[in-house]
């Protein structure tokens, strides 16, 4: 049973490129949130994405979107890339938007994305 | 919105002795969940135990304890019987249980053991 998967392990961009990561998850959950982990902090809340829209969001531009689709998988994008996104993406998969059971929010690996 | 303070930054630990680290967090919520989770240089992170808030029983998980105290909405991880294994950064979160499944994390701690 494959757990969350995330591609790319790492990333290069320059300043104002675009880019995109992608995230499966876990076998049997249809949910998947994004976080943004900056060098030295832990975890920041990005968005969620269930029955393939966007449900919660945290304090984030509007440059930050995503995606999911049908078979659960999901696509963070960031576009107009500045220095400070230089970060660790992480995603986490979760069943039935993790109401039922709260304790269900398996990570990925994570991406690391540098911005130069 | 929901904040979660870690105020140690490192901490160190000797095999097999045991250490504790803190956690405290604000909220209006009565009703929520507590995580600990660990990181390790492969960067993944791992659930080490949870707590329901409305259970007033400590959880336990082998090695790995807490101790939960509402009032003072304090939540700390004590590791007894350190291994080498043990050695990662620590995150501590929260998880409202009303208002979707967003984990508000800590800063970290990371825990060095001594061979």
């Known amino acids: 049973d494959a757990g969350v998967t995330q591609s790319p392990t790492h990333l290069i961009k320059t300043r104002g490129q675009q880019v995109t990561l992608r995230c499966s998850p876990k076998?049997?959950?249809?949910?998947v949130s994004w976080y943004q982990q900056a060098l030295g902090q832990g975890p920041q809340f990005i968005f969620q994405y269930y029955e393939e829209e966007e449900r919660q969001r945290g304090n984030f531009p509007d440059r930050f979107s995503g995606h999911q689709f049908p078979n659960y998988s999901s696509e963070l994008n960031v576009n107009a890339l500045l220095l400070g996104d230089s970060a660790l993406y992480l995603c986490?998969?979760?069943?039935?938007?993790?109401?039922?059971?709260?304790?269900?929010?398996?990570f990925g690996p994570g991406t690391r994305l540098t911005v130069t | 919105a929901q904040t979660v303070t870690q105020s140690q930054p490192e901490m160190s630990v000797q095999e097999a002795e045991t250490v504790t680290l803190s956690c405290t967090y604000d909220?209006?919520?009565?009703?929520?969940?507590l995580f600990w989770y660990k990181q390790p240089p492969s960067r993944q992170m791992i659930l080490v135990i949870r707590q329901e808030a409305y259970k007033q029983q400590n959880a336990t998980e082998n090695r790995f304890s807490v101790n939960f105290q509402k009032a003072a909405k304090s939540f700390s991880l004590k590791i007894s019987d350190s291994q080498l294994g043990d050695a990662a950064m620590y995150f501590c979160a929260y998880r409202s249980a009303f208002t979707g499944n967003q984990f508000y994390f800590g800063t970290g701690t990371s825990l060095t053991v001594i061979p």
């Open positions: 909220t209006s919520e009565s009703d929520y969940y």
């Open positions: 986490a998969s979760s069943a039935l938007g993790g109401f039922r059971d709260p304790y269900e929010q398996y």
């Open positions: 076998s049997g959950h249809d949910t």
